[in-house]
């Protein structure tokens, strides 16, 4: 059995990053609650290091929630009138599952390879110690899923 044993795909994935957010707590939670408000179920979620006044925060969401995501972007953009919302969809999240991962180094590593041969750039990475999530574009994800799928023996979950 290999470090990497599952791989779960999901498609029509939209992804917002929304730039110069103020950097403080109060203005993330801000988005999160309007986005709760908005009933937005949220899946993958990075924020830039703090290097100044501001941060940008990335989210995905199903593109499903488009028009809504689109709507929220104005009522952010009331709240925080610094922020700059850029949204993309037609994604897809590839998701690598290892309960062994944390034994292990150059996983990561072997995954971005295998990325980069199929010639695909990735959105947003998101970790824990047992998984690794990509987000692709929809145009290069199923060279992506296959490549992934040979490289480390699995199906599609």
Not at 14 to 26: H, R, Y
Not at 100 to 109: D, F, L, Q, R, S
């Amino acid at each position: 059995m290999g470090v990497i044993t599952k791989l779960t795909v999901m498609r029509d994935v939209a992804l917002v990053t929304l730039n110069k957010v103020p950097a403080n707590v109060e203005s993330v939670c801000r988005i999160f609650d309007l986005l709760d408000e908005a009933g937005i179920n949220v899946d993958m979620i990075s924020q830039s290091p703090l290097t100044g006044a501001y941060v940008a925060v990335s989210f995905t969401a199903s593109s499903d929630e488009m028009v809504k995501i689109a709507g929220l972007a104005n009522s952010i953009g009331r709240d925080l009138p610094s922020v700059r919302p850029l949204i993309s969809h037609n994604n897809v999240k590839i998701s690598l599952f290892g309960e062994k991962m944390p034994e292990y180094h150059g996983v990561a590593a072997s995954v971005f390879r295998v990325l980069r041969d199929c010639g695909t750039d990735v959105l947003l990475i998101t970790t824990s110690s047992v998984d690794i999530s990509v987000l692709v574009n929809g145009a290069s994800a199923e060279q992506c899923i296959e490549a992934l799928k040979k490289a480390y023996g699995l199906s599609e979950e």
